[in-house]
């Protein structure tokens, strides 16, 4: 029976391969914008990647001011970096690794999709077999092996743009309009709680705030006793306020990095919203994290960025912020970076490309960034 299923699903890929040639024939393409009153868009994966995207969402909503956006998006997480906006009007949850089953078919037929657009990385196998078989019309994505047989439009890579910009590009292909970088959306609910935690903390106006994202998959750890040094010199040089951020199974790695500072950090850990998450970063003078999605969101709210990278490609998944804003500090160990396909397959038994990142070099960054701040972001819009 297995023997057969395969028989049946190469036959089926054969035949949608030859449609979709077909396709790319007559449409030439191009695609008639008038007809798109329906979109969807894959954007699978986590929250640095939704935050990634959403300059490319931004371009599809101006281009199409009318059509209805939907989103196929891989958790809340993810979702809540987008929800509350007006860029999207519904989303689609799909687990990253879950296999095609007929009631997702079923859904996408019945939605009547004009327009999909597959922003990388894709991450499901037969999602573009699927949207064959949903009847969507143009199909948009990029050339990886045998799915990219399937889009009627489909682009080579430029790997060196970096994700954010390879998605906006794709976007703008399928007709949308370009309109500023990464953003997250923060309701009225999430600043006043905020507020609250801000003054419980005896957060002054005045103070120089700097977050901390220890967290991420272990092997893309800074060290603890590095963020630990960090955070001292920082408190030292600039009086400043230190709050750790992360999710409940972040809390203890917070709570060891506050034992080994001189002076104690607000740990924020486990006790916020991600809405809330951003809203703490966006009131901050400066971030500093591992490569993961508060990263991202750090750019998204304009808050000057220090980014760690070890396994993780610091060029196809930098942070997208203005010029001399970022800054993205990568291990010099000649076999990083070697993340793939979700895997890290190291060779060692620790993760000696993090380690390898000195905390000189660090508070180096840091100290550059904060020069360029020279009022306190939460005292700015008082500032004559």
């Not at 309109?179 to 419980?200: N, V, W």
């Not at 010029?323 to 000649?334: L, N």
């Not at 000696?352 to 840091?366: E, P, T």
Request: proline share 5%.
């Amino acid at each position: 029976m297995t023997h057969v299923k395969k028989i049946f699903w190469k036959l089926l890929y054969i035949r949608e391969i030859a449609k979709t040639a077909l396709q790319r024939f007559v449409y030439r393409g191009a695609i008639d914008q008038d007809r798109v009153r329906s979109i969807l868009v894959v954007r699978l994966y986590g929250i640095g990647n939704m935050v990634l995207a959403t300059p490319a969402l931004r371009a599809l909503r101006r281009g199409y001011p009318d059509s209805r956006i939907t989103v196929l998006a891989s958790g809340n997480d993810a979702w809540d970096v987008i929800s509350g906006s007006r860029v999207v009007d519904s989303v689609i949850f799909f687990g990253r690794d879950q296999t095609i089953d007929p009631a997702l078919l079923a859904r996408l037929r019945s939605a009547r999709f004009d327009l999909m657009v597959v922003f990388y990385p894709m991450g499901v196998v037969d999602l573009p077999l699927l949207a064959a078989l949903s009847g969507i019309r143009y199909r948009f994505g990029y050339r990886n092996a045998v799915r990219g047989n399937l889009y009627t439009h489909r682009f080579d890579m430029d790997y060196k743009k970096g994700e954010g910009r390879l998605n906006l590009d794709l976007a703008c292909r399928a007709g949308g309009r370009r309109g500023g970088g990464p953003f997250f959306s923060i309701g009225t609910a999430d600043r006043e709680r905020i507020d609250r935690l801000f003054s419980d903390g005896r957060i002054g106006d005045d103070e120089i705030v700097i977050t901390f994202h220890p967290g991420s998959q272990e092997m893309r750890r800074w060290p603890k006793d590095c963020f630990a040094a960090l955070g001292d010199k920082l408190v030292d040089s600039h009086h400043a306020r230190i709050i750790l951020l992360g999710g409940p199974d972040e809390r203890r790695l917070c709570r060891d990095i506050s034992k080994q500072m001189k002076s104690k950090p607000i740990i924020a850990a486990g006790l916020l919203t991600l809405k809330e998450t951003a809203e703490v970063i966006g009131r901050s003078d400066l971030f500093v994290g591992n490569d993961s999605g508060p990263m991202h969101i750090a750019t998204a709210v304009s808050t000057p960025c220090v980014g760690l990278f070890g396994p993780t490609d610091n060029v196809k998944s930098r942070p997208w912020g203005r010029r001399g804003k970022t800054a993205t500090i990568r291990s010099r160990m000649e076999c990083a970076p070697c993340y793939k396909n979700g895997e890290i397959p190291c060779i060692y038994d620790t993760n000696l490309c993090m380690a390898g990142i000195s905390v000189q070099d660090v508070y180096s960054r840091s100290l550059s960034l904060l020069a360029g701040e020279t009022v306190p972001r939460r005292n700015r819009e008082r500032t004559p």
